[in-house]
């Protein structure tokens, strides 16, 4: 990947992290009106997930694609600074399958295990 331009394969991503954050934006929308109705007791439902369930399983997914969502940001902005694909620790090139597997990568692997991540 580094021989090409990943311009357009991470314009893809942050477009579909977009459109997911923006799903979750309403599903966050439809469990806040759903919390606001007086009616909606699901606290006491064992056979239902509750609400509260529900609106952190919404907060964790909304924080992992936001944080993907900026390093998709800080890789097209290693793209156009002419560092994309190059390990930000040790400086050497990050092998293709890597960025195949994570676009966004900045580090290589050993560096990456040697960080934890």
């Not at 579909?16 to 109705?37: G, H, I, K, Y």
Request: aromatic content about 2%; glycine content about 6%; hydrophobic content about 40%.
């Amino acid at each position: 990947m580094t021989g090409s331009d990943p311009r357009a394969a991470l314009r893809a991503r942050a477009a579909e992290l977009d459109a997911l954050l923006a799903r979750l934006d309403a599903d966050e929308s439809a469990v806040r009106a759903d919390r606001a109705d007086a009616t909606a007791d699901d606290e006491h439902d064992p056979e239902g997930s509750t609400l509260s369930g529900e609106w952190q399983r919404i907060e964790a997914l909304r924080r992992s694609a936001a944080l993907e969502r900026a390093d998709v940001d800080v890789a097209l902005a290693r793209v156009d600074a002419g560092t994309y694909g190059i390990c930000e620790v040790c400086g050497r090139e990050i092998p293709a399958a890597r960025l195949e597997a994570r676009p966004f990568a900045t580090r290589c692997v050993a560096c990456a295990e040697r960080r934890g991540g």
